[in-house]
């Protein structure tokens, strides 16, 4: 739609506007969207919901998050902008089971409950819904054309889905020569990635090191006072970090700063929008870290790093997939197969093993290289078994409640299983969930980028 610009509205926020050339828009998977539009005021609004109700009893610090706490929020902020109950309607969309899984992943049914809140609540404000496709097995997206009012609910993807686009299918010894160009990671990274596996380093001198790199350090103060990661004061120097966010803090944020930079120039291949590849690999480090301090089984900065380097290889496909986007969004869509299978099938490799032969080439520990070959499959790991396992889970459990910022989606039916095994019952899921940033669901993928840019 030529002229219109589009809002991403992330888990665990809304957004509320009068008509104006804008598209609100959710990608959903277990999280639940509903968009309400008010034609006579000319004001709508999308609200993206990311579990049922907070776990405590008490007041939530984030309200944002939770159907029970956030959609009168939500309903209160229309009313605000010029909109009446009685001109609303709503279309709800998402609550996805992102994967059959088994009876235990079934009773918990998250977005089954979010549902029946926002239906309850818009009963209770006399608010029709107008259109309702929940539940199922596969991502959406929820569009709302704040100018007409229009809602629509489409495949995550398939807004860049073109049969007609030539598709480029690249040989071997090209993504060999791209392996070969990737600038790596700086040297004082590579040497933080091998302490930290070993949990034996001292902060003093990783902040020396980091120093010797100017763009580093500037890049890792940037993310000191990013919305990922602020505090109530300014950081201004790394000694001023290191006083105020402690050593493990510092060192997270610093391999945090020099992994971003591998994924700057992809072309949205994998992503659905901007930004979502490195936001996975964020995501998915912020939740291995939570389920290793849940469990005690791995070191928690050890289980962030592997989460930020678990999908390196796609940086090196990433522009081999933005060309042949129809074919292998057919592949994984229409024909059910894995990403996995889709990149052999097409590329005759995939992201774990051009991942593993850049971990071989950087001379990554042996840790992480196992994590980045086996992330999909754990049980071909048996050295670093838990560690390999908790990035199993936390991968899914990004994909499931970030659904639509990557073009992959793993079936994950052993995910209550392989919870089980890492020591973290999936009834316990909502507890994890609970204690994850809200930045992590509020801030865009895009956003993020330029915050740290």
């Not at 992330?10 to 990608?27: D, H, M, Y």
């Not at 933080?192 to 902060?203: E, P, T």
């Not at 060309?323 to 292998?328: H, K």
């Amino acid at each position: 739609m030529t002229g219109y610009s589009k809002i991403h509205v992330a888990a665990g926020s809304f957004s509320v506007f009068k008509k104006e050339k804008k598209i609100l828009q959710a990608f959903l998977g277990t999280c639940v969207g509903v968009a309400l539009y008010d034609a006579t005021a000319g004001v709508g609004g999308l609200i993206h919901i990311l579990l049922p109700e907070p776990v405590s009893s008490g007041e939530t610090p984030f309200p944002e998050k939770y159907a029970t706490t956030s959609f009168p929020l939500f309903l209160q902020a229309l009313y605000a902008a010029g909109s009446s109950k009685e001109n609303l309607t709503a279309v709800v969309a998402g609550g996805a089971l992102m994967g059959p899984l088994d009876e235990r992943d079934l009773s918990l049914d998250i977005g089954g409950r979010i549902v029946d809140i926002v239906r309850r609540l818009l009963d209770l404000e006399g608010i029709p819904i107008e259109k309702s496709e929940t539940g199922g097995f596969f991502t959406c997206c929820l569009n709302l054309n704040l100018e007409t009012g229009g809602i629509e609910i489409v495949p995550a993807g398939f807004d860049r889905y073109d049969a007609a686009m030539e598709i480029a299918i690249p040989e071997r010894k090209e993504i060999d020569l791209a392996l070969s160009r990737l600038k790596p990671i700086p040297q004082v990274a590579l040497k933080i990635l091998r302490l930290v596996s070993g949990d034996n380093y001292d902060i003093q001198d990783i902040a020396n090191e980091v120093r010797k790199d100017q763009v580093i350090s500037a890049k890792t103060l940037q993310l000191c006072n990013s919305a990922m990661f602020s505090t109530r004061r300014k950081i201004e120097t790394l000694d001023h970090a290191l006083l105020l966010i402690g050593r493990d803090q510092l060192v997270k944020l610093v391999i945090s700063a020099s992994v971003r930079k591998l994924f700057e120039p992809n072309t949205q291949g994998y992503s659905l929008c901007k930004g979502g590849l490195y936001h996975h690999a964020l995501g998915t480090a912020i939740v291995a870290e939570k389920i290793a301090q849940f469990t005690g089984t791995v070191l928690p900065g050890l289980a962030y790093t592997a989460g930020l380097l678990h999908d390196i290889g796609k940086i090196v496909l990433d522009q081999y997939i933005s060309s042949a986007f129809p074919l292998f969004y057919r592949t994984v869509s229409q024909e059910r197969r894995s990403f996995i299978a889709a990149e052999q099938k097409i590329l005759g490799t995939d992201h774990t093993r051009i991942g593993y032969d850049l971990a071989l080439k950087w001379d990554f520990p042996d840790s992480l290289s196992a994590v980045i070959r086996h992330h999909h499959s754990p049980e071909k790991e048996t050295e670093h078994k838990n560690l390999t396992q908790i990035l199993y889970v936390s991968n899914l459990l990004m994909e499931r409640f970030h659904a639509g910022l990557e073009l992959e989606h793993s079936v994950g039916r052993d995910l209550p299983e392989k919870m089980t095994e890492i020591g973290f019952s999936i009834d316990r899921l909502p507890d994890l969930v609970d204690t994850l940033p809200k930045e992590l669901f509020s801030t865009s993928p895009d956003q993020m980028l330029e915050e740290a840019s």
